[in-house]
């Protein structure tokens, strides 16, 4: 496995205004995942990130409302642009590949956003 | 739209009991299987991958896999206290290399009551 951070670990935002979360993992990896966890539901991917490429997005997910970077193998940032109080919700990266195995998933330990 | 279905919960049982957790998939040509707990409040954690049809154990954890009944489960033998949390079940959906992604279940949240 890996050792993931994200921060911040939990912010409160005004509605209209965007958040940056960052993921730093410990070593390179192949892939990062972005999802969204909204309370007593299951994980939603928002998008995946490989370094070199654009971010894919799932369905129902736009770049506009959620940019990626991911500027080398153990950084990734996913905004979330324009908030309203239905992205209250937990972020997460997970990472794949390279150093941490290439067929699952590590999890970061999130982002509870608030949005007000 | 490729889907991974649990048994809806919640689950309690008695410490010391044996849990068992279920899933379906509905993407024949899935190859790869995992159980994640979550621990409320917290992200998920991996706790066994399977990908061969039949059992494989892991301390108290046993992950069984059907791939004609497209069905995976997850027994957990002398069931504690602490292994009360959410259960996800995930299927690998994908060719592999950089074109792969996890489906997720809603999870079955598991009791275990002292």
Redesign the interface.
């Known amino acids: 496995s890996a050792v993931i951070s994200q921060k911040p670990s939990r912010d409160i935002c005004q509605r209209g205004t965007s958040l940056t979360i960052q993921c730093q993992v410990d070593s390179q990896v192949t892939m990062m995942f972005w999802y969204r966890q909204q309370p007593g539901q299951s994980l939603t991917l928002i998008a995946t990130a490989n370094q070199g490429s654009e971010a894919t997005y799932e369905s129902g997910f736009v770049i506009d409302k959620f940019p990626i970077s991911r500027p080398n193998l153990t950084f990734s940032t996913l905004t979330v642009s324009n908030m309203s109080p239905e992205d209250s919700s937990i972020y997460l990266c997970s990472v794949s590949g390279r150093t941490v195995g290439t067929d699952t998933q590590y999890f970061g330990p999130g982002t509870r956003l608030t949005v007000l | 739209q490729k889907e991974v279905e649990q048994n809806s919960g919640p689950l309690s049982v008695p410490e010391g009991a044996i849990a068992s957790l279920n899933c379906t998939y509905s993407d024949r040509v899935s190859q ?1 299987f ?1 159980w994640y707990r979550q621990y409320s409040g ?5 706790i066994m ?1 399977i990908y061969s049809n039949g059992d494989k154990e892991d301390g108290r954890f046993t992950a069984q896999l059907n791939k004609a009944s497209q069905y995976v489960s997850l027994l957990i033998r002398d069931s504690q206290p602490s292994d009360s949390a959410t259960y ?1 079940c995930a299927v ?1 959906v994908g060719s ?3 074109n792969y ?2 489906t ?4 079955t949240l598991l009791t275990v009551n002292p």
């Open positions: 790869s995992f917290k992200s998920p954690e991996l991958s996800l690998k592999g290399g950089s992604k996890l997720f279940g809603k999870g």
